[in-house]
């Protein structure tokens, strides 16, 4: 079992920055894909980003040049650093971990997800 616990979101006017953290609370380095996640209100969930145990990054297309998020095995943690921030950002961001096999954009991949963190991005 992986517990994911995210922090960092808080509302920001348009055109800020957030860095959102989560801590899993076993290794997560060489096996699992880390991935990020938002719903909004009345939404799918839409893939936000991921990055594999060898590095490679993986961005949802609204948030490509933007977002850019990074992995910390030595800490079990993985950030998204979200710049320019826009309202329609505004979602519950949820932190994903998945064995390192699968297709990085896709829920399926992901066993273990976190309890959310709001991001609210005012206009």
């Known amino acids: 079992q992986v517990q994911l616990v995210e922090s960092g979101g808080g509302l920001v006017q348009a055109g800020g920055s957030l860095r959102l953290s989560c801590v899993a609370s076993?290794?997560?380095?060489?096996?699992?894909?880390m991935g990020w996640f938002r719903q909004a209100p009345g939404e799918e969930r839409e893939f936000v980003a991921a990055i594999r145990s060898g590095g490679t990054q993986y961005y949802g297309d609204s948030v490509k040049g933007r977002f850019t998020i990074t992995r910390d095995n030595a800490k079990n943690t993985v950030y998204l650093q979200m710049n320019s921030l826009k309202p329609e950002d505004t979602a519950v961001y949820y932190c994903?971990?998945?064995?390192?096999?699968?297709?990085?954009?896709?829920?399926?991949?992901?066993?273990?997800w976190g309890q959310g963190t709001q991001v609210t991005v005012s206009s």
């Open positions: 994903a971990a998945g064995l390192d096999y699968g297709l990085a954009h896709a829920p399926s991949t992901y066993t273990y």
């Open positions: 076993a290794r997560t380095g060489s096996r699992y894909v």
